[in-house]
Each structure stands twice: as C-alpha cells, then as structure tokens.
C-alpha cells in the first residue's frame, strides 16, 4: 500500500496525471509500461536507502523546550533527502517536447546570432540576459527539448544548494527546509521550473540580492555589496518586474543609510550608483519599450495588497504556504524563552 501510494503521489503531482489509474493502465499500453518501469525502480532502491539511513543517519532526539523532536525532522541529511527527492520529481519532467507560444518565441529567437537575439528582446518587453543562458544550452546540446526545459530547473537546484548552504547557516534548519519545499513544491514553481522562460531565474536573483541586503544590515562587508550590486543587475536584466523589486531594496538601503544610520550612507551610494552605471547601457531600451507599450500592455490593473495576499493562498499555493507558516509557528512556539 504505501508503495502504491508514493507512486499515487508521483503521478499525480510530477507528472499531473489525474485521470482514473486502472482505465489507463487497462489502455494504455506506453503508460502500464511507464507505470511498471517506474515502479521496479522504487522497489529496488527502497531497500538500498532503508539500508542507507540505517548506517549513515544518527538520530539524536533531545527532549526539551529549545531541541526538541524538530531537531530530529530537520537534521541536515534527512532535509537533504528530501530535497534531492523534490528536485528529481521536478527533474523528470523536463523529457518533453511541449512548449507554448511564449516558449516557442524563446526557442525561435535563441536560434539567431547574439546582436539579432539583443534586437529581438529590445523590440519586445524583456531583458536579454535569459536569452544569453538558454543560447549556449542550444549551442552545447543542440535543438533539445529537454536541454531548454534544464535551463530553467537550473535555478531550482541552486537554491536548493543555497538553502543547505549559506541560507541554512544564517537562518536555521526550519527556515531551509520551507525555501527548499516553496521552490519546488509551489504551485508557481512546478509551473516555472520547466517552463522555457526566464522567471525562475529571475526568482533566484532577487532572492540571493535581498539576502545580501540582509548581510549588509548585519554586518557591512565589501563583498556583500558586490554580490548585492551583482544580483541586482542579474535581476535586472532577467525581467522588468525583477529590475522593480531590486529598485525597492535600494530605496530601503538608502532610507536606513540617511535616516536610520543603519548602514554607511558612503557605501549605500556606491553601490546604488554602480547598479545604476551597470543598468545604464539597457535603461533607454526600457524607455522606448515603455513609451512603445503605454496604453497598450496586456497587464492593464494592478492587483491590490488584500488580492495580492489572497494569491498567496489560492488553490494553487495553498498547501505549501500554509504548512510553511504552521512549520514556522511549531518552530517559534519551541524556541520561545520562558518568562
């Protein structure tokens, strides 16, 4: 039964295969063998993980306020299980050879030279950074329909990387965990993750710049300016909307550099002039994209904060965004000091 159910799950949310198992299994004879082939594999590696996590996973369970049974959950090996479990259910999607007309226009335009794919994104409304990665994925594999969905699950395995990492050593075990599950379990993420084209990346970017931001309000160092300035500009020159995010991290820096004294005002300035320096070179694109559009984009409202709160928790994202919020009160409930 549980065997079953793991391959329920993988049918029905890596692949979203909600019709009726048995008619299909009855009719399909590529699905059976699929279903069969699928189901071998997890027979023969169940053992050999159970094997694994008996030898190499020590489990210490402390039982008190501030470690406590979630010491066990998020040990970093069994969060690293999870997560390479998560990233190849995202991974075996990619095989396909499916793209809509967003995607076709990608895959069109990365097959002309640089300057050609630079003029053809200035004539639309997107920066041309994505286009640079999804070219030399075409260049190193050829015209593959997988090839071009990896590009866009490659941002998927860095912050899971991230989260492990850096991410893990700032924020703690529980707060990895919940990036590493909204990255790849979101309903935004399965979508975006295969998708051929460039909002995965531009969700990376802007994470990795406000957790420089982050750094820099902790402790002023050079290096997190660079890699902030650096982010931005990535972020930037993905997506207009990633430029507009990143332009609000400036603006808070600056704020607490002039008037909260938080940051050096010197060092605020540097790096907003760098950003607007590096930016400059596509800045009057973006200005004849803007006066081109004006009036005539297909994004004609912008959603209010309560509707913007509501996405959040739509049908689509409602399981991970509030078993991420339940994980974080569980979290902050134990660690909570006794007064």
């Not at 909600?18 to 059976?32: H, I, P, S, T």
């Not at 295969?194 to 290096?223: D, H, K, P, T």
């Not at 990143?246 to 002039?258: E, G, I, R």
């Not at 996405?311 to 902050?332: I, V």
């Amino acid at each position: 039964m549980a065997h079953n159910f793991v391959m329920m799950l993988i049918l029905c949310y890596g692949f979203d295969s909600r019709d009726n198992l048995f008619g299909k299994l009855n009719q399909y004879n590529e699905f059976a063998l699929k279903y069969m082939s699928l189901s071998m594999v997890l027979a023969v590696a169940e053992p050999f993980a159970e094997r694994f996590v008996r030898k190499k996973v020590a489990v210490t369970v402390k039982w008190n306020r501030r470690a406590g049974l979630l010491d066990f959950i998020f040990r970093k090996r069994v969060v690293g299980i999870y997560a390479a479990v998560l990233f190849l259910l995202n991974l075996a999607r990619i095989f396909d050879n499916n793209f809509w007309g967003d995607e076709a226009y990608s895959l069109n335009l990365i097959q002309r030279t640089v300057p050609e794919i630079i003029k053809g994104t200035a004539s639309d409304v997107h920066p041309p950074l994505y286009y640079m990665f999804l070219r030399l994925a075409y260049l190193l594999f050829g015209n593959q329909g997988w090839a071009y969905h990896l590009v866009s699950l490659i941002p998927c395995g860095i912050i899971i990387l991230f989260a492990m990492t850096a991410f893990w050593k700032k924020f703690g075990a529980e707060a990895a965990a919940i990036l590493i599950t909204l990255a790849c379990l979101s309903g935004n993420a399965v979508a975006y993750n295969m998708e051929v084209r460039m909002y995965s990346w531009g969700a990376l970017f802007v994470l990795l710049c406000f957790y420089e931001l982050y750094c820099i309000l902790q402790r002023e160092r050079i290096l997190h300016y660079a890699l902030f300035v650096a982010s931005s500009l990535a972020a930037a020159y993905t997506h207009y909307y990633c430029l507009l995010s990143v332009a609000f991290f400036y603006a808070a820096l600056l704020f607490l550099a002039l008037f909260r004294r938080r940051v050096s005002l010197a060092k605020a300035m540097a790096s907003s002039l760098c950003m607007a320096a590096g930016y400059l070179p596509w800045f009057v694109v973006l200005l004849k994209t803007m006066e081109r559009i004006e009036g005539n984009y297909w994004i004609t409202t912008i959603p209010t904060v309560k509707e913007s709160l509501r996405y959040l928790f739509s049908n689509q994202f409602k399981p991970a965004a509030w078993g991420a919020l339940l994980l974080g009160g569980a979290r902050w409930s134990c660690m909570k000091p006794a007064y």
